[in-house]
DNA sequence: CCCATTTGACCCTC
DNA sequence: GAGGGTCAAATGGG
């Protein structure tokens, strides 16, 4: 079990350096050696968990199995696994990714303050898609979600959902928000959050209703950034890599 | 009436 | 047996 405590510890260590690095950054007054070095922090932490889990060590977030049980029940599904992490300004939850998910579930998490909610695919029995996503509150911060989406999206809407990966540049003249669609209270906070991007196709996307909600976006990288208090981890199979990357290419201007 | 959410029960894995 | 994930009936809103 020291693997399991490698890795969560590894993983505390990421997401505090990923914090820290995007608060820096979000700093104008922070010096430019302070901000290169927590990048070069969280980078370096990265590749340590990279490492970690090249070595034969399940580096998963939340500390969950490195196979999900999903994908021995479902077949075809969970062949992708990617943890967004999502701030939002207002407390009242996080966003849409420009797909429709379902809430099918939701549990109270042993040690965790808030409970963990199930989605899954509108479109699951009319088109047999088997993307899911669980989307629970951060304990550190109320205002983080921690999405996991397992599975790809195989629906039509997959298409539907234009991918949004914008250069920093193009996020600090027009940062594209989250935010939820309803206005729901935070105490259900997740029961909104259905519009999200999940199969590597689509990365993320954003949507499209005008003034949504302030401050909080994201940007795709080499798989993780942060950026005015949004960060998200992207994990997926390792076969996946050179296609993320791949991907990436199609949304450049 | 249709669809989404809620929630307790059930199932599976460890 | 505990904990997490899913199912399905009940419920409510548009």
């Known amino acids: 079990m020291e693997d399991t405590a490698l890795a969560s510890e590894l993983e505390r260590l990421q997401a505090m350096a990923r914090e820290l690095d995007a608060r820096v950054h979000d700093d104008e007054g922070a010096p430019a050696a302070a901000r290169q070095l927590c990048g070069a922090l969280a980078a370096s932490v990265d590749r340590a968990v990279r490492l970690a889990s090249g070595s034969g060590n399940a580096v998963k977030n939340n500390g969950q199995p490195s196979q999900p049980r999903n994908s021995c029940r479902k077949a075809g599904a ?147 950034a942060a950026v005015d208090g949004l960060g998200f981890d992207m994990e997926y199979e390792p076969q996946l890599d050179e296609f993320f990357f791949d991907q990436s290419d199609l949304f450049q201007p």
């Open 78 to 224: 969970a062949k992708v696994r990617m943890q967004v992490r999502v701030a939002t300004v207002q407390d009242t939850g996080p966003l849409n990714d420009g797909l429709s998910w379902r809430k099918y579930g939701q549990k109270d998490i042993l040690g965790a303050p808030y409970p963990r909610s199930y989605f899954r695919c509108t479109h699951r029995h009319t088109q047999d898609c088997a993307a899911t996503k669980q989307v629970q509150r951060a304990a550190a911060d109320p205002l983080l979600f921690d999405v996991v989406y397992i599975g790809a999206h195989t629906c039509a809407q997959q298409g539907a959902a234009l991918p949004l990966l914008i250069s920093r540049e193009q996020q600090q003249q027009q940062p594209p928000v989250f935010g939820q669609e309803h206005g729901s209270p935070a105490a259900t906070e997740a029961q909104s959050i259905h519009q999200w991007p999940v199969e590597p196709v689509t990365p993320f996307s954003f949507p499209s209703s005008p003034g949504a909600i302030d401050g909080c976006y994201m940007l795709a990288s080499s798989g993780y």
